[in-house]
């Protein structure tokens, strides 16, 4: 039976030394709140087109595919069109967006989020992967937490894969 090699205080000081380097390293890539674009808008072209337009007074409008954008009501009320499922924040424990309703959709796992007038977000990385816009415009911080921290999307995750 072997014994165990005893380490030397040089050799801990520079395990340590390498460990507040990497640290340092990963903490000074790390993407902060301010590197997203906000401004990102269904008009842009980083954001794929889904065959949806909406006209400059707010209301939306059908492709020639004849499918329609959620219409809203004056109570924020959605009405989802066929596949696709209306959500309301009562509908959950902790909303997790900035915005009063939507559509959820789950297509082949890509389960993605679409509000009144706006463009199907990833709701996760399938989606995501599928070409949909990231969710964080729509992602709401969570205030107790701080640091440009996010709510909890787990609950919006699986009432979409439910969907599939």
């Known amino acids: 039976m072997s014994e165990r ?8 000081i ?5 460990f507040v ?7 000074w890539n790390w993407p902060s709140s301010s590197d997203y674009d906000y401004s990102s808008s269904a008009d842009s072209e980083s954001s794929p087109d889904y065959g949806y337009s909406s006209s400059p007074d707010g209301e939306s409008s059908s492709d020639s595919d004849g499918q329609e954008l959620p219409e809203q009501s004056n109570d924020s009320e959605v009405k989802a069109p066929a596949g696709g ?3 309301t924040a009562s509908r959950f424990t902790e909303w997790p967006f900035t915005v009063s309703a939507g ?3 789950c297509e082949g796992g890509a389960v993605t989020f679409e509000p009144p007038g706006g463009p199907r977000y990833a709701v996760n990385g399938t989606a995501k992967g599928a070409g949909y816009a990231a969710i964080t415009p729509i992602w709401a911080d969570d205030e107790t937490l ?3 921290l996010k709510v909890d999307i787990s609950e919006v ?3 979409g894969l439910s969907l599939c």
């Open 5 to 12: 090699r005893q380490y030397s205080r040089a050799e801990w």
């Open 85 to 87: 499922l209306a959500v």
């Open 157 to 159: 995750l699986d009432e």
């Open 21 to 27: 380097i990497v640290m340092g390293f990963i903490a």
């Open 14 to 18: 520079s395990a340590g030394v390498f």
């Open 146 to 148: 701080g640091y440009g």
């Open 103 to 105: 559509v959820l959709r």
